[in-house]
């Protein structure tokens, strides 16, 4: 009760500051005016009586005073002061400040941007109703990938799951009456929206009841963004008929602007039923078992009760089921569940991401150990003050409130710059676009989350490095200090400082060393062997299926694109690729194949899986891919001709022993067709530039042709200015087809994203660290010259040389740097073992790395050291002397 | 005004609530209330009557509200909180105890040692 009452009391008074003031004037002079009234009743006139009250009444400044202490003092009042006073100690020590100020800026901002991207990443769940519960199906590979009979399997005979849904990306040639143009879908089975629980805008989505088989539901869902972009929020566009590769489909809803699919960060232009996948894609995947493309993923609700445990060994059993009765068709590893959003790519984005983490962490390490050397110098330099303050009967509780005060303003500013700083980064990061022409962005948007997170770190970091000199100001002994003066005991053993100091310079070295690791790598990968030149290469895209072109007429028209290419001038050679060339979109697929005497087609004899890419003749020189043995591909080699294949020198020496005994030599496909080798050629790189060396097959496209397809066109002009010439050449072949033109180098930017993302990263990181090590040196330098600048006067006036001064000066600071520097570089290359993982041939046993990360800490040494030697030597002994 | 004692330490606050306690009063109703009670026997300073009164607001022992006095004017009226009436209790108790001690061991002649 007690308790209650004083605590509304003081929370009135905190509010009521002015106020408060203003009453205690109004009661007193009402009391003086009473007691004026008494005596003017007793027959002093009015002016006398007050005259008297006044006097009577006593010192009314002291009894105001009293009656403010009897109040109690008001918080916010003595918190202001304590603000007030600290901002003027932090202005007057600027470098100080600023050195704090910015250090925390920096740790704070790269910790929030790193936990944005986390939050975004994984902590999120996608944007769905009970999204926690939602699992999808990943394969032994690590891939979703799946055939659509094994979906429908899974589906109907699995136990653990509410329902299963599906889907598939399809790419498509989308025209509402005048302009064809590219777009990405889903393909979903027809339950994808109610197993989600998604309502739509306006309109309405499809539904299991939907699909009667084969092309049985010519309906689109359109993305509320597509909506938006392609058709002006025009809510009209339901029940419109448009054109998906020349099929038409009707328009029959538009999903909510909150939905954006299923994979982070993949967002579709619009969602069909995936049984009308061939009118799009060009195959029938509904019963082609051996298909593991047919499907990219299946997901769905686990029911109430079932564990993750159970539903994997549920979902396995069904497998293992599937490749007993289907074992021609079916090869099934173990199987997992994920939760959803980021399938097969969250294992590596996780790792990444953790990395990150941890880059950052150190960063907030090195920065705490920084600030903490700030502190304890600021500190020192204060003791004097402190001890003053304490001598004239401060009590140490106030002054430690000071100090924890001044450490909660720097970490409240650092925190807000670094926030601010972070924030921008985050905004500009969800806004990019890393791929042309592909939907793909990074799902970030900064929330309260990341504001809280980004405030107790600096909250947290101020206050535990506010505190290191504590432990100082409590065992100040006043008496000592102030007969000590200012030159005071002077740290030439060990300090906490110095250790701190260490620390941070260890950690920054370990980041700047990363960082050149991996820039090398990201260096050495652009220039590594692809097995071809993509340099003075343009791609050009076009699926003949999009402008409705049948499986029979697709090869001719095909030709007669490569004979148009040619004819354009300073084109070189041309060639064509079904579906992607290598290392486009990391998208590769890959074939099983057996040895020829091999009878038995089942999945356990398969010899290689190289992967299988399908091109013209003319391919391998369009793509510079140099030819070892053998010949290459002839317009011959067609449907008529008997089935021959060129193989990468992996592959010839994985089958036959070497390059030179695969020619001639035959093997077999999973359909049991023998293909001959004709020719071998170098090995290169198909998936990612990281990969392993892994075999690759190619054979004839004209045997097996495919209406999605890449011209591969070499030329000897900057191909750039060629492009439009390509684009007028296929618009006479074709008005109709949509066309996409990209040099490969461009493309190539997709698989190198990752190690890019990475290098950019790291360096980032390593930057900071650089900017940590120059402010924590330069505040170690800095002080330890003020703390010594009687003494360095004394030697100066003495006749000591200049390198005598600022071995005396700096010494300690460039023994502490090379002593961090080497710890962090060891550090650094232990580290980079694990860097290799993300960034091809990541190696610190690289003279230059190691030559460059000693020459980066040496001219961070120089660099903050700079000023305080200026100051070192410019000291003129007689002002020195003057002073004191 | 020279017959007039001075306060013990800690006293005023005593009498505060005792004034009080015998109806709410403005700040100079209390100085004129407690010199009717003392029979005027206590010299107290008349400023230094505002800072008790705010202590014992802030203890939650008297509590105050702005209004009229009999001379028309705006003053501060003070009355006792349930919390205050208890303490006025347990104080008035307390010092009647010591006056007991005080004076039993000053009334003690040598022989009765």
């Known amino acids: 009760m007690k308790l209650l009452d004083s605590l509304r009391f003081h929370i009135a008074t905190l509010f009521q500051g002015s106020r408060r003031n203003a009453e205690i004037e ?88 790193v936990f944005g991207v986390m939050d975004g990443l994984i902590l999120r769940p996608l944007n769905v109703a009970q999204a926690e519960s939602l699992y999808g199906t990943e394969y032994g590979d690590y891939s979703g990938f799946q055939s659509y009979p094994n979906y429908l399997d899974l589906r109907d005979r699995n136990r653990s799951f509410d329902d299963l849904a599906a889907f598939n990306f399809v790419f498509v040639g989308l025209d509402t009456g005048n302009n064809p143009s590219q777009a990405t879908g889903y393909a979903t089975s027809g339950n994808y929206f109610d197993v989600l629980k998604i309502q739509p805008l306006f309109g309405r989505v499809f539904h299991s009841s939907d699909e009667h088989g084969r092309n049985s539901a010519p309906y689109i869902v359109l993305s509320y963004g597509y909506w938006h972009s392609r058709f002006q929020d025009d809510r009209g566009v339901v029940g419109r008929v448009i054109q998906l590769d020349k099929h038409p489909f009707t328009v029959i809803g538009v999903a909510p602007p909150e939905f954006r699919g299923t994979l982070l960060f993949v967002s579709p232009d619009f969602f069909m039923p995936i049984v009308n996948q061939e009118q799009v894609g060009g195959e029938n995947i509904l019963d082609a078992r051996g298909n593991i493309h047919g499907v990219f993923e299946a997901f769905g609700h686990l029911k109430p009760g079932v564990t993750l445990a159970q539903a994997v060994a549920d979902v396995n059993a069904v497998g293992a089921n599937l490749e007993k009765t289907y074992p021609k068709e079916v090869s099934h590893k173990s199987s997992s569940l994920s939760r959803q959003g980021l399938t097969s790519f969250g294992g590596p984005v996780r790792a990444f991401v953790a990395g990150l983490m941890l880059l950052a962490g150190l960063i907030l390490l090195a920065a705490c150990a920084n600030l903490g050397s700030l502190f304890a110098a600021h500190a020192a330099d204060r003791s004097r003050e402190v001890a003053l303050r304490l001598a004239l009967g401060s009590s140490r509780n106030r002054i430690l409130r000071q100090l924890l005060t001044e450490a909660v303003l720097i970490s409240l500013v650092g925190g807000a710059l670094g926030l601010m700083g972070s924030v921008a980064l985050l905004g500009r990061l969800s806004m990019w676009q890393p791929f ?45 200090i102030v007969k000590a003066g200012s030159a005071g005991r002077l740290g030439r053993r060990t300090t906490v400082r110095d250790v701190l100091l260490v620390v941070q310079i260890a950690i920054c070295a370990v980041l700047v060393t990363s960082s050149m690791v991996a820039v090398r790598g990201l260096v050495r990968s652009l220039h590594s062997n692809f097995g071809f030149e993509q340099r003075n290469v343009m791609l050009v895209s076009a699926n003949l299926a999009m402008a409705g072109y049948s499986a029979d007429r697709v090869s001719a028209m095909q030709k007669r694109m490569i004979d148009a290419m040619e004819t354009i001038s300073g084109v070189e050679r041309v060639g064509l690729v079904n579906n992607y060339p290598p290392l486009v979109y990391a998208s590769g697929s890959r074939a099983n194949v057996f040895k020829d005497e091999i009878r038995d087609l089942r999945q356990s004899n398969v010899a290689a899986m190289p992967f299988r890419y399908d091109v013209s003749p003319g391919y391998f020189d369009a793509a510079s891919t140099a030819l070892l043995a053998g010949k290459t591909f002839s317009w011959h080699d067609d449907k008529d001709a008997p089935p021959v294949a060129v193989v990468n020198r992996e592959l010839a020496v994985k089958m036959f022993g070497s390059v030179t005994n695969a020619i001639g030599m035959y093997y077999r496909m999973q359909d049991g067709t023998r293909v001959q080798v004709v020719g071998v050629v170098e090995d290169g790189k198909y ?198 | 005004m020279a017959d007039q004692a001075q306060l013990l330490p800690g006293t005023l606050d005593l009498l505060i609530l005792r004034a009080v306690s015998l109806g709410p009063l403005h700040g100079y109703g209390v100085l004129l209330r407690i010199g009717q009670i003392s029979r005027n026997a206590l010299l107290i300073e008349q400023g230094a009557l505002y800072p008790g009164l705010f202590r014992l607001v802030r203890q939650g022992l008297l509590k105050a509200s702005w209004g009229t006095s009999e001379n028309n004017r705006r003053a501060k009226f003070y009355e006792l909180t349930a919390a205050g009436r208890r303490r006025l209790r347990e104080e008035t108790d307390n010092w009647n105890r010591l006056v007991a001690a005080i004076a039993s061991a000053l009334s003690v002649q040598p022989e009765e040692v």
């Open chain 1, 26 to 113: 109004e009661e007193l002079r009402s009391h003086i005016q009473h007691r004026a009234d008494d005596l003017e009743r007793s027959g002093l006139d009015r002016a006398e009586a007050e005259r008297r009250a006044h006097i009577e009444f006593g010192g009314q400044e002291r009894f105001r005073e009293e009656c403010h202490e009897a109040l109690g003092s008001n918080f916010i009042d003595s918190l202001l002061q304590d603000v007030r006073f600290a901002l003027r100690v932090l202005r007057k020590s600027s470098g100080f400040t600023v050195a704090a100020v910015l250090t925390l800026a920096l740790a704070i901002g790269a910790n929030a941007l």
């Open chain 1, 436 to 480: 042309p022409g592909a939907p793909v962005h990074v799902p970030i948007s900064p929330d309260a989350k990341l504001y809280v997170v980004a405030l107790v770190l600096a909250l947290v970091s101020g206050f535990l490095f506010g505190i290191v000199p504590v432990r100082q100001v409590l065992r100040a002994n006043p008496y000592e």
């Open chain 1, 687 to 884: 998936l990612s530039v990281t990969e392993d060396q892994q075999p690759a097959m190619f054979l004839s496209s004209l045997q097996s042709p495919s209406s999605a397809a890449y011209l591969v066109v070499r030329s000897r002009r900057d191909p750039q200015e060629l492009a439009a010439a390509m684009r007028s050449k296929m618009r006479e072949l074709d008005a109709g087809l949509p066309v996409n033109i990209d040099t490969w180098s461009t493309l190539l930017d997709v698989v190198l994203f990752p190690s890019r993302v990475a290098t950019v990263s790291l360096g980032v990181m390593g930057m900071m660290g650089a900017m940590l090590s120059i402010t924590g040196i330069f505040g170690m330098a800095a002080y330890s010259v003020s703390k010594r600048l009687r003494e360095l006067g004394i030697r100066i006036a003495l006749g000591a040389k200049r390198t005598e001064v600022l071995q005396a000066a700096l010494g300690q600071a460039f023994k502490l740097l090379a002593f961090g520097s080497s710890a962090g570089l060891l550090l650094g290359i232990l580290a980079s073992r694990v860097l290799s993982f993300i960034v091809y041939q990541a190696t610190p046993r690289d003279p230059l790395v190691l030559g460059g990360v000693v020459l980066a800490m040496l001219l961070l040494g120089l660099l903050s050291t700079w000023i305080p030697a200026r100051r070192a030597l410019s000291i003129d002994p007689l002002v020195m002397l003057r002073e004191e």
